[in-house]
T-cell receptor
Framework: DTGVSQDPRHKITKRGQNVTFRCDPI?????LYWYRQTLGQGPEFLTY????????KSRLLSDRFSAERPKGSFSTLEIQRTEQGDSAMYLC??????????????????FGSGTRLTVV | GQQVMQIPQYQHVQEGEDFTTYCNSS?????IQWYKQRPGGHPVFLIQ?????EVKKQKRLTFQFGEAKKNSSLHITATQTTDVGTYFC??????????????FGQGTILTVHP
């Protein structure tokens, strides 16, 4: 296992087009996260999954954004009708989150190299 | 919603000087993590702190978690050029249902002059 993989690394698209990104997490990890990062800022939470269930979606995220993790393995993030403000680095991360005896143990995230989206 | 703030935003040091970045959360945290992002790279996990008042060391790096679990700091002793990058803190909100979801600070960009 070589870590978290994201594809493509770069995407240039015209405003109004739809784009889809893929993330392959570390196979042993049950949690998968999508974040967005712009220059000079920290990663901003978009959504996350525990196995195939989408547990939360950021309130800042418009309906143009949708994410899936159909079999609890890889995930896709789709942006419909892209806008120039969508230009950013889209980061995927995975982690192991264990629940035992009503306690939850959180481990560090492993990030992928990201997909840089440029909307022109 | 939860906010995580970091200061300073930028820090320029001469090689060999010490460096400290501070992190403050608007809410009590269950744990806090620190990440390093090299220029052009992605965030890489450094450490997690869980207990109130916890202090952990990794070679020249010292991490602290505040007694109230609302603040944290990262101190680097005798910086080296390899320390260059952006350091992020990220917290998990205590309570609520989004356990394990990290909220990141805006980061401190460290430049080390040889």
């Amino acid at each position: 296992d070589t870590g978290v993989s994201q594809d493509p690394r770069h995407k240039i698209t015209k405003r109004g087009q739809n784009v889809t990104f893929r993330c392959d997490p570390i196979s042993e990890h049950n949690r998968l996260y999508w974040y967005r990062q712009t220059l000079g800022q920290g990663p901003e939470f978009l959504t996350y999954f525990q196995n195939e269930a989408q547990l939360e979606k950021s309130r800042l995220l418009s309906d143009r954004f949708s994410a899936e993790r159909p079999k609890g393995s890889f995930s896709t993030l789709e942006i419909q009708r892209t806008e120039q403000g969508d230009s950013a680095m889209y980061l995927c991360a995975s982690s192991l989150n264990l629940h035992a005896r009503q306690r939850s143990t959180v481990y560090g995230y492993t990030f992928g190299s990201g997909t840089r989206l440029t909307v022109v | 919603g939860q906010q995580v703030m970091q200061i300073p935003q930028y820090q320029h040091v001469q090689e060999g000087e010490d460096f400290t970045t501070y992190c403050n959360s608007s809410t009590t945290l269950s744990n806090i993590q620190w990440y390093k992002q090299r220029p052009g790279g992605h965030p890489v996990f450094l450490i997690q702190l869980v207990k109130s008042g916890e202090v952990k060391k990794q070679k020249r790096l010292t991490f602290q978690f505040g007694e109230a679990k609302k603040n944290s700091s990262l101190h680097i002793t005798a910086t080296q050029t390899t320390d260059v990058g952006t350091y992020f803190c990220a917290g998990v909100n205590a309570g609520g249902t989004s356990y394990g979801k990290l909220t990141f600070g805006q980061g401190t960009i460290l430049t080390v002059h040889p």
